[in-house]
């Protein structure tokens, strides 16, 4: 089975290990490809994100493990760039767009740091009304391929990362599923594949990957193919569910991509 991941953060950000050692670990495993991306720089918080004068050594290190092993597997250098970014995504091989925070009274409010701060934004800021949250957060989801050009739209629905240790949403309600489905329905038109993400399985808040297996289930209706990502921060998940979803999808006849060429 072939494997691959282009969802992978290292030193240059909030990851644990350098890009060579991500490299080296992709290849102990088997992977094929494995792509870089790093997240984008912020004006208002760089705690977590790439540092904009670490750009140029970030994209040379990846050209250079890429030239240092190419007999071994296929590197490129992407970026994860936030909804709220204003840092170019011009020298990349590909772009992951993702939204990390809504804004919301004047704050940028994180949607994956962790259950207990996205409980206190829900009751501080939406005056206890998650759906609200949740329909902001699908808004700027809907809009992420208009403002990211990204070929890659990342963790669609990251904003349940954490419902399974802390139950907030019920994502069988009427006012969740539209939202959800208006934001798909705005971006099953535009050329970007949907990731499906092993992220939140390695670091212990989920037990499945996301998108949920509904709205998996609604994109693979319009024939887009999906890539499978582990969104790794460490060496030991770079490989974490990847064969697992594989296998769902090819149960399903979903498509799915085996080479990031076939999308660039």
Known sequence: MIITNYHTH????DGKNTAEEMVVSAIEKGLSEIGFS????LDFDCSWTMKMEEIELYKKTIFDLREKYKDKIKIYVGIEQDYFSTTSTKGYDYVIGSVHYVYKNGKYLSVDTSAEEMKKFVEDEYNGDVY????????????????????IIGHFDVV??????????????????????????ELLLTPAIFEINTGAISRGYRTEAY???????????????????????NVDSIDCGLVAVYKMLENKSYPYIRSLKEIL
């Open 10 to 13: 290292t030193t240059f950000c």
């Open 132 to 151: 609200s949250y949740c329909e902001d957060y699908y808004k700027l989801v809907k809009d992420i391929y208009n403002k990211t050009k990204c070929q």
């Open 160 to 185: 349940t990362k954490f419902n399974e240790v802390l139950p907030m949403i019920d994502t069988s309600c009427d006012r969740y599923k539209k939202a959800v489905s208006d934001a798909l329905s």
């Open 211 to 233: 998108p949920e297996n509904y709205i998996i289930d609604r994109i693979a209706k319009s024939r887009k193919p999906f890539v499978v990502n582990s969104d790794t921060h």
């Open 38 to 41: 790093g997240h984008s720089p």
